[in-house]
């Protein structure tokens, strides 16, 4: 079965670092022309947020929220089929549920080309999470 999978997660204090890993087994994207790998997060009782915390496209164009900018790095590790989020100066309102999405395959007249743009509707795959936790 198709699937990512999330690792990496943990409890770290306020200005922490954490690397977050999303290992792909099985999702066929890079068989595509255009793909956006992204991060996106759920707080504590809130519903998962539509925008991305970051995004990369197959070219390694990066985006990132302007909360998180200068901050965390996205990037694909290829030889290993999987994608990172570098996260560091953690913050307690960095404190979520962290879901890697894969978003490919629409056609051009029915989804944004660019991945900056690309909404949470759009991402077809998805890990099941793995929990950042800061302290302040």
């Known amino acids: 079965q198709a699937r990512l999978v999330e690792s990496g997660g943990g409890s770290v204090q306020s200005g922490g670092s954490l690397r977050l890993s999303c290992k792909n087994s099985?999702?066929?994207?890079?068989?595509?022309?255009?793909?956006?790998l992204a991060w996106f997060r759920q707080a504590p009782g809130q519903e998962r947020d539509s925008v991305p915390v970051?995004?990369?496209?197959?070219?390694?164009?990066?985006t990132y929220a302007g909360s998180v900018k200068g901050r965390f790095i996205i990037s694909q590790d290829r030889a290993a089929d999987s994608f990172i989020l570098e996260m560091s100066d953690l913050k307690p309102e960095d404190t979520a549920r962290y879901y890697c999405?894969?978003?490919?395959?629409?056609?051009?007249?029915?989804?944004?080309?660019?991945?900056?743009?690309?909404?949470?509707?759009?991402?077809?795959?998805w890990g099941l999470g793995t929990q950042v936790t800061v302290s302040s």
């Open positions: 999405a894969a978003s490919f395959g629409y056609p051009e007249s029915t989804v944004p080309r660019g991945c900056s743009t690309r909404i949470s509707r759009w991402y077809d795959y």
């Open positions: 099985g999702v066929p994207y890079k068989g595509h022309q255009e793909y956006c």
């Open positions: 970051a995004v990369i496209d197959q070219r390694d164009t990066s």
